[in-house]
Structures are given as C-alpha cells and as structure tokens.
C-alpha cells in the first residue's frame, strides 16, 4: 500500500466496458511528511469516494483488481482508503 494525494481527475467518454462506472483520479504518491514523492502521478480508480485534495491510500499492480467489483477490469492502482489521520515518528538514522 502506498500514500497519495489527489491532484485531480480524469474524464474518459469511452474506456473498456469493465470501466464504466467508475471515477478516475490523479494520484500524487507522497511520503509520511506529507511531501510529494520523487515519482510522478498515477491514475487510480477510486473504490471509496475519494475527492481532490484527500490523502489516500492505493495499491497498484495485481493486487489492485481486487477492490473493484469486476475482477476483469484492467486496473493497475486503486484508491481502497481515505486518509483521516497520520502519526509517525522519525527515527534518528531511519531516511523516510
């Protein structure tokens, strides 16, 4: 699981029939201060209402077909959670 930000949202008039239905987002990667990731976005299919503005949490890869409702759609990352609130500690050595 990763964390993100979302930074937007796409909109696709066609896209495969496994797709229809579901919203697109941009999706940030950021580390656990909050600052952008050094990766670039991701376009994630949001299984939880997420909107622009919300820290999340995605999957990507396989893995990220099993939050959706059909298991055949192609999905490379997911949104399966809205980041209420963050805690972490840094630890003296550790490079988050």
Not at 2 to 25: H, M
């Amino acid at each position: 699981m990763q964390l993100g930000i979302v930074v937007g949202r796409v909109t696709a008039t066609r896209k495969d029939p496994n797709l229809v239905g579901t919203k697109l987002l941009i999706t940030q990667p950021i580390q656990l201060n909050g600052k952008a990731s050094s990766s670039g976005p991701v376009i994630a299919v949001d299984t939880v209402g997420a909107g622009i503005g919300e820290k999340v949490i995605y999957v990507s890869g396989s893995v990220a077909t099993r939050g959706m409702s059909k298991k055949e759609a192609p999905v490379d990352a997911a949104i399966i959670g809205i980041i209420d609130t963050l805690e972490y500690e840094e630890l003296e050595g550790v490079n988050l």
